[in-house]
């Protein structure tokens, strides 16, 4: 097998798997998306398995062999065992399988929590039952649509789906390139950017400072989300320890170790409130020894106070960023603010990138303009001659 993994061609559809020569039950899977994954092939009750090993970029070829060695001499876990439940599993079988896989370290513990979260209020209801070799890609177009319908967690649900089926074509379970997800959008790639009404933020702020005596933690809150752009579970789960001068360094969020960078307004904010706390957390919860999980109480308080019927505390994330690149802060800055881990996250806010510099070369255009139209006429006058009489006629 060749050793230089990224330079191996990938396929223009599906996958293709290469078999390592000197360990033939280990093989390279090559994906038309890019990816490029080891895979150990094994038989189980007749039927040839696959146990995915991991990122081939990432793991070398004297490596693989290796962990195929061990895993050769290690029998696989049974609770890890898909194969085991046959070639008519149903989805609700496969679930707990394929969720073991993140619980032994995969996935972090929020992203499990969610996970959990769709799947049994929207994938185990609703296509629980069905055979995971049966599921159509029509099905699942109706299914998003239904779930589309009655909630906003459509996004992280398709995305547990196509997890699991593509966990499944790592198995046996399904024919490899076959996931029914495929095609439908995981992640809404329009315009984000939204600039709230001057008016708006003027009536939240007001209701901010008329309830802050009553609810100072979740007051605060708000205004630290409008003012840094930052997740409201960024904000919330905030510890002393982290805030280092103008910057919050955060060892984890939802893409990763990132900074939350504290303007003034912001350290004020915090500086009154170290003043009074006794906690490790910015914002403890009342009861317990953890932080505050949830505004959504006082959140609708401020609205009904700021008289704002329909505002979601994302909004102010949005509207942070749109502020931003409204005024003509690149793109890539705007995303390591706001902690994207891809720039694609950040597009969103293209549009308002593209409206800034309209209006800048609107204004530089009206300047060349002015000056070309003044030109000739100041020109003019210098070059205006005398007027002579001769012979009773001007010349």
């Given at each position: 097998?060749?050793?230089?993994?990224?330079?191996?061609?990938?396929?223009?559809?599906?996958?293709?798997?290469?078999r390592?020569?000197?360990?033939p039950a280990?093989g390279?899977r090559?994906?038309?998306s890019?990816?490029?994954?080891w895979v150990?092939f094994?038989?189980l009750?007749?039927r040839?398995?696959?146990?995915?090993?991991?990122n081939?970029?990432h793991?070398?070829?004297?490596a693989?062999?290796?962990?195929a060695?061990q895993a050769?001499?290690?029998?696989p876990?049974?609770?890890?065992?898909?194969?085991l439940?046959?070639?008519?599993a149903?989805?609700?079988?496969?679930w707990?399988h394929?969720?073991?896989?993140?619980?032994?370290?995969?996935?972090?513990?929020?992203?499990?929590r969610?996970m959990?979260?769709?799947?049994?209020?929207?994938?185990?209801p609703?296509?629980?039952?069905?055979?995971?070799?049966?599921?159509?890609?029509?099905q699942?177009?109706?299914?998003?649509?239904?779930?589309?319908?009655?909630s906003?967690?459509?996004r992280?649900a398709?995305?547990?789906?196509s997890?699991?089926?593509?966990?499944?074509?790592?198995?046996?379970?399904?024919?490899?390139g076959?996931?029914?997800c495929r095609?439908l959008?995981?992640k809404?790639?329009?315009?984000?950017?939204?600039?709230?009404p001057?008016a708006?933020?003027?009536?939240?702020?007001?209701a901010?400072?008329?309830?802050?005596?009553?609810?100072?933690?979740a007051?605060?809150?708000?205004?630290?989300?409008l003012?840094?752009?930052?997740?409201r579970?960024?904000i919330?789960?905030?510890?002393w320890?982290?805030?280092?001068g103008?910057r919050a360094?955060?060892k984890?969020s939802?893409?990763g170790?990132?900074t939350?960078?504290?303007?003034?307004?912001?350290?004020?904010?915090?500086d009154?409130?170290?003043?009074?706390?006794?906690?490790p957390?910015v914002?403890?919860?009342?009861?317990g020894?953890g932080?505050?999980?949830?505004i959504?109480?006082?959140?609708?308080?401020?609205?009904?106070?700021?008289?704002?019927?329909?505002l979601?505390?994302?909004?102010?994330?949005?509207?942070?960023?749109?502020?931003a690149?409204?005024?003509?802060i690149?793109l890539?800055i705007?995303?390591?603010?706001?902690?994207?881990?891809?720039?694609?996250s950040?597009?969103?806010?293209?549009?308002?990138?593209?409206?800034?510099l309209m209006?800048?070369?609107?204004?530089v255009s009206?300047?060349?303009?002015?000056?070309m139209r003044?030109s000739?006429?100041?020109?003019g006058?210098?070059r205006?001659?005398?007027?002579r009489?001769?012979?009773g006629?001007?010349?």
């Amino acid at each position: 097998m060749n050793t230089d993994i990224a330079a191996l061609p990938l396929p223009l559809r599906g996958e293709v798997i290469l078999r390592d020569t000197a360990i033939p039950a280990l093989g390279l899977r090559l994906r038309c998306s890019g990816a490029r994954t080891w895979v150990l092939f094994a038989k189980l009750a007749g039927r040839t398995t696959r146990e995915t090993l991991g990122n081939a970029c990432h793991i070398p070829l004297a490596a693989a062999r290796r962990m195929a060695d061990q895993a050769a001499i290690n029998a696989p876990l049974p609770s890890l065992s898909a194969p085991l439940l046959g070639s008519d599993a149903r989805i609700s079988e496969l679930w707990p399988h394929f969720l073991a896989v993140g619980e032994a370290g995969r996935w972090k513990p929020g992203t499990i929590r969610n996970m959990r979260s769709v799947a049994d209020q929207h994938i185990l209801p609703s296509l629980g039952r069905t055979r995971v070799r049966d599921l159509t890609n029509e099905q699942v177009a109706q299914w998003y649509l239904d779930v589309a319908a009655r909630s906003t967690a459509i996004r992280m649900a398709l995305s547990t789906l196509s997890g699991l089926m593509l966990y499944a074509e790592d198995h046996g379970l399904r024919e490899a390139g076959s996931n029914p997800c495929r095609g439908l959008s995981k992640k809404w790639r329009g315009q984000r950017g939204h600039l709230l009404p001057t008016a708006t933020i003027r009536a939240l702020w007001a209701a901010l400072d008329q309830l802050q005596t009553r609810m100072p933690d979740a007051c605060d809150a708000v205004r630290l989300l409008l003012l840094t752009g930052a997740r409201r579970s960024e904000i919330l789960s905030l510890e002393w320890d982290w805030i280092v001068g103008a910057r919050a360094v955060l060892k984890d969020s939802k893409e990763g170790p990132r900074t939350i960078w504290l303007n003034a307004p912001a350290r004020t904010i915090l500086d009154a409130r170290i003043d009074k706390s006794s906690s490790p957390f910015v914002f403890p919860a009342p009861k317990g020894n953890g932080p505050v999980k949830v505004i959504d109480r006082a959140w609708a308080a401020i609205r009904t106070e700021a008289g704002i019927a329909r505002l979601r505390v994302h909004d102010l994330r949005h509207h942070f960023a749109s502020v931003a690149v409204s005024n003509g802060i690149d793109l890539h800055i705007v995303g390591q603010v706001l902690g994207h881990h891809e720039i694609d996250s950040t597009l969103g806010y293209a549009h308002l990138a593209s409206d800034a510099l309209m209006k800048s070369a609107t204004r530089v255009s009206k300047v060349i303009d002015r000056s070309m139209r003044s030109s000739p006429a100041v020109q003019g006058k210098r070059r205006q001659p005398t007027a002579r009489v001769s012979g009773g006629r001007h010349d």
